[in-house]
């Protein structure tokens, strides 16, 4: 079983930080609105589903919030694992790291300009794809 990462499917926020995380996982993740996903994990109550994100790992057992994104996160960038260790160290990094998760997903509204929209061409890519770049050569 691969991992799952159930978000807010109708969040813009959420949708656009999932099409992010997606575009550099792949499909090593299973990605599933919490509205279609609850049915299926009847462990978690939904009240959990409406105040975070949740991780459930090949294992079956589950992170949420800011661990559930650090998690998703390891497998792809080197600092995701260094963090998530501290993370599980330390109360002050976990608690200063869930506060800003919470302060995020209560100001999702402040937030959604700075998550590129996944459904664009970012500039990286627009550069790679001109002629005439060092990409080309």
């Known amino acids: 079983m691969k991992p799952k990462l159930i ?3 109708e969040c813009p926020f959420c949708m656009n930080s ?5 575009s550099v996982s792949g499909d090593s993740i299973e990605y599933r609105p919490s509205s279609e996903a609850a049915k299926d994990h009847p462990e978690i109550p939904l009240a959990d589903f409406e105040k975070a994100v949740q991780f459930i790992r090949a294992n079956g057992t589950r992170a949420s919030a800011a661990e559930a994104i650090l998690e ?3 497998p792809f ?3 995701a694992n ?4 501290w993370y599980l160290r330390s109360l002050v990094v976990r608690f200063v790291l869930e ?8 100001h999702r509204q ?3 300009g700075l998550i590129p929209d996944s459904n664009k061409i970012s500039p990286l890519e627009r550069e790679k794809t001109q002629p005439g770049t060092v990409h080309d050569q």
């Open 18 to 22: 999932v099409g992010l995380l997606k």
């Open 110 to 112: 402040l937030f959604f």
């Open 77 to 79: 960038h080197p600092a």
């Open 99 to 106: 506060c800003g998760y919470e302060f995020v997903a209560n």
């Open 7 to 9: 978000y807010d499917g």
């Open 82 to 85: 260094w963090i998530h260790s």
């Open 72 to 74: 998703a996160l390891i």
